[in-house]
């Protein structure tokens, strides 16, 4: 079955470690997103990618990067620049961004902590 | 710019009774519309969404949502909730034009209560 893929499932961060969340997709969808999610502020926009080798910020970038080598896949690494990391991250794809009557298709998560 | 305003955080119902859960949007152009649903550790997936036509809007699991423009409201509906349906749902608008992304509401969580 076509999907998307997260691991892992937990994650434990040091202090001034980076982290990389990685996510795989074989639905061959040329969008992809990362979210993070936080108690009662619903889902925030990370970072999106309409292509490969093309990516662009969203809402709150600052302390995450992201790269886009490849069609299937999206890491999201976290770096120590991030100070309050501990949220629940979710990858997402989509047909293609500018088909925005299409649905988002979400990964299972990554629930991240700092130790 | 577009927002979505989801009104109750919590809500519960008993099992049996009408589940109502409510969305208001902003948009300044003609939007598309989303309801999601979240079963806790997991991902979002799909309910139902309204692009154009039928303001109607039939999803899975029994659940539908009625676009109403002239109350910029997209509330999700099901006569009679089950054990099954506790979990949280989200709103959410986008709509065709430049690059706007897909904006979410801050969820509601669905008790029911047997």
């Known amino acids: 079955d076509g999907g998307i893929t997260q691991s892992p499932k937990y994650l434990f961060r040091k202090e001034g470690q980076n982290v990389t969340l990685s996510c795989e997709q074989n639905?061959?969808?040329?969008?992809m997103y990362w979210y993070r999610q936080d108690p009662g502020q619903g889902l925030r926009l990370i970072y999106y990618?309409?292509?490969?080798?093309?990516?662009q910020k969203g809402d709150i970038a600052e302390g995450y990067s992201v790269s886009r080598e490849k069609k299937e896949s999206f890491p999201l690494t976290v770096t120590s620049a991030q100070k309050n990391p501990t949220a629940f991250y979710l990858c997402?794809?989509?047909?293609?961004?500018?088909?925005?009557?299409?649905?988002?298709?979400f990964g299972s998560g990554t629930q991240l902590s700092v130790l | 710019a577009q927002s979505v305003t989801q009104l109750g955080s919590h809500v519960s119902v008993s099992e049996g009774a009408l589940v109502l859960l409510r969305c208001n949007y902003s948009s300044s152009v003609p939007p598309y519309l989303f309801w999601y649903v979240q079963y806790p550790n997991q991902g979002l997936q799909l309910l139902l969404k309204?692009?154009?036509?039928?303001?109607l809007v039939k999803g899975i699991n029994g659940f539908e949502a009625e676009f109403k423009k002239s109350e910029t409201s997209f509330h999700l509906t099901k006569p009679s909730a089950h054990m099954s349906d506790a979990a949280e749902y989200f709103c959410a608008v986008t709509h065709s034009g430049g690059y706007q992304k897909v904006t979410f509401g801050t969820g509601t969580k669905l008790q029911v209560i047997p």
């Open positions: 990618s309409q292509i490969v080798n093309d990516f």
């Open positions: 639905l061959n969808h040329d969008a």
């Open positions: 309204y692009t154009t036509g039928a303001t």
């Open positions: 997402a794809s989509s047909i293609a961004y500018e088909r925005r009557f299409e649905k988002l298709f």
